[in-house]
């Protein structure tokens, strides 16, 4: 958790504000067959980053290093800047996507700088070593992290409760279409 008051309460807020962002782009969306496409496009693979990293996260127990660790540090916030690109492209809104920079530009460091902060203190020995040698955002295919033997379990995915993420994209495309066919 950030120290001083205004991270505190970008940390605390990032949840409420990220559907904010994802109710403006339903509003302000003007979508078209071909936008659908690939903001869905990228949605999906976005949605895919995020299972794979959840069936390899075990919260605040071991650090994760196996699955898209190996290659970010943060696959989950990689998953939803994806997927925010997916909902930009969908909603074809300037609107969105300067909403977009605010979020993905304001609360997106705030996040992943609280979380480097706790992993630094629930990991003290490994962290920096995991650190020094894995990027902290963007994927990359020669980080220098070995290959870890644990294995994607269905069973951590459903306790990271990634379903309602999917759940919530679906019905994001699903009202993005029918405003594209109605409206």
Same mark, same amino acid.
């Given at each position: ?21 994802? @109710?403006?782009?339903? !509003?302000?969306?003007?979508?078209? &067959? $071909?936008?659908? *496409?690939?903001? =869905? ?41 994806? @997927?925010?690109?997916? !909902?930009?492209?969908?909603?074809? &809104? $300037?609107?969105? *996507?300067?909403? =977009? ?52 379990? $269905? ?29």
């Amino acid at each position: 958790m950030p120290e001083s008051g205004i991270l505190r309460v970008i940390y605390k807020w990032r949840v409420r504000i990220t559907m904010l962002f994802v @109710i403006l782009a339903v !509003v302000l969306a003007e979508p078209e &067959s $071909w936008s659908i *496409l690939m903001g =869905a496009g990228l949605t999906v693979l976005g949605l895919v980053v995020r299972t794979w990293a959840c069936g390899h996260l075990e919260k605040e127990r071991n650090l994760t290093t196996s699955g898209p660790y190996r290659y970010t540090r943060n696959p989950l916030y990689f998953g939803n800047l994806l @997927i925010g690109m997916g !909902v930009v492209i969908g909603a074809q &809104s $300037w609107w969105v *996507l300067g909403f =977009a920079f605010v979020v993905f530009g304001i609360f997106y460091p705030v996040i992943i700088l609280s979380e480097k902060k706790k992993m630094e203190e629930l990991f003290p020995r490994d962290y920096p070593v995991y650190k020094r040698r894995v990027p902290l955002f963007f994927p990359s295919y020669f980080s220098t992290w070995p290959h870890q033997k644990t294995r994607f379990r $269905w069973e951590r995915f459903k306790k990271n409760r990634e379903l309602r993420a999917i759940i919530a994209s679906a019905l994001f495309w699903l009202i993005m279409t029918a405003k594209f066919l109605f409206y």
